[in-house]
């Protein structure tokens, strides 16, 4: 069955840097995008980064542009999310999905598969 298991959060102080892992199992990784997602307490999931297949394309919210660096690794089938100049409103539960076939960096009802989550916490 398919699995998505997230790992990299932690705390860090304002400026610093994080790297979020996913490594995915039950499927055949590198056919399918997948999204990184994150969620402050009372907020809604919003989406932050995506990559395709194969690397061609790759999206960022406005909030990640130039500070957030999506990435992967089909050999291993992780997918990684690198921030860096974190702020303090980066906080909260990062979450990586494989979204149905037309809903890579799509809403968050796009995506029949989540994992657990890693919590960020930037002070």
């Known amino acids: 069955h398919v699995q998505l298991v997230e790992s990299g959060g932690g705390s860090v102080q304002a400026g610093g840097s994080l790297r979020l892992s996913c490594a995915a199992s039950?499927?055949?990784?590198?056919?399918?995008?997948m999204g990184w997602f994150r969620q402050a307490p009372g907020k809604e999931r919003e989406g932050v980064a995506a990559i395709w297949p194969g690397d061609t394309r790759k999206y960022y919210a406005d909030s990640a542009k130039g500070r957030f660096t999506v990435s992967q690794d089909n050999a291993s089938s992780t997918v990684y999310l690198q921030l860096n100049g974190a702020k303090p409103e980066d906080t909260g539960m990062y979450y990586c999905?494989?979204?149905?076939?037309?809903?890579?960096?799509?809403?968050?009802?796009?995506?029949?598969?989540w994992g657990q989550g890693t919590q960020v916490t930037v002070s």
């Open positions: 039950g499927y055949t990784y590198s056919r399918y995008c």
């Open positions: 999905g494989i979204p149905t076939p037309i809903g890579c960096a799509k809403r968050p009802t796009s995506y029949p598969y």
